[in-house]
């Protein structure tokens, strides 16, 4: 069955990478676009960006200058790292895998909170 | 970037009931919508796709229908397991996700 599991550190500090890996299984990277999204209390659901079935990717232009969304397909993995963050970064971070463009499953999300 | 305004923001119903939720886009989105049930503490999950097609294993209590900037999702004979946050999120031109609608019970 399809599963997704983010993994990322619970805390980081202003200023700080934040770098989340999401495990996938049930389905292969080369076939479906991942998606990242996260939810703040400021501004709910916000689209992050996504890389494609063949690998490329593209952002939101809100986190475009400190986003990055790679993978490694051999061992269904997709990762996204953020620089520079901010205590407004605090929030649930999701990977979701796209259907047509809808996201059909989600993983569980992690909690990241950004403080000294 | 394309704006989505769900209403109401909370709403509180009757088991057995009809509840309908509205989305707003900034522009038309061509059917180019899909909506989500989030439970507290869980992910969202998908109840519906390009407006009204009814994603695997969703419920048919739930529906969707709209066109151009109006959409809305309803929900028929209200059960307790339907109590949850929904959201409407657009993809006619990436992605943007609406307030969410917090739905209780009276």
């Known amino acids: 069955q399809v599963q997704l599991k983010e993994t990322g550190p619970g805390l980081v500090q202003p200023t700080q990478t934040l770098s989340i890996t999401c495990t996938v299984s049930?389905?292969?990277?080369?076939?479906?676009?991942m998606q990242w999204v996260r939810q703040t209390p400021g501004k709910g659901l916000e689209w992050m960006g996504f890389?494609?079935?063949?690998?490329?990717?593209e952002y939101n232009s809100e986190f475009k200058s400190r986003l990055s969304i790679s993978r490694d397909t051999s061992k269904n993995q997709v990762f996204l790292k953020m620089n520079s963050l901010k205590t407004e970064d605090t929030g649930v971070y999701y990977c979701?895998?796209?259907?047509?463009?809808?996201?059909?499953?989600w993983g569980q999300g992690v909690m990241v909170t950004v403080s000294s | 970037d394309i704006q989505m305004t769900q209403s109401p923001a909370s709403l509180s119903a009757s088991l057995g009931e009809t509840v309908t939720i509205e989305c707003r886009a900034s522009?038309?989105?061509?059917?180019?919508l899909a909506w989500y049930q989030q439970k507290p503490g869980k992910s969202p999950q998908l109840l519906i796709y390009n407006a009204n097609s009814l994603h695997t294993g969703v419920p048919s209590r739930f529906s969707g229908s709209g066109s151009g900037t109006q959409y809305s999702l309803k929900i028929n004979s209200l059960q307790s397991e339907d109590v949850a946050s929904y959201f409407c999120q657009q993809y006619y031109n990436y992605w943007t996700f609406g307030g969410g609608t917090k739905l209780e019970l009276k």
């Open positions: 890389i494609r079935s063949g690998g490329s990717t």
């Open positions: 979701a895998r796209d259907r047509y463009n809808s996201f059909d499953y």
């Open positions: 522009e038309d989105i061509y059917n180019g």
């Open positions: 049930g389905f292969s990277l080369t076939s479906y676009y």
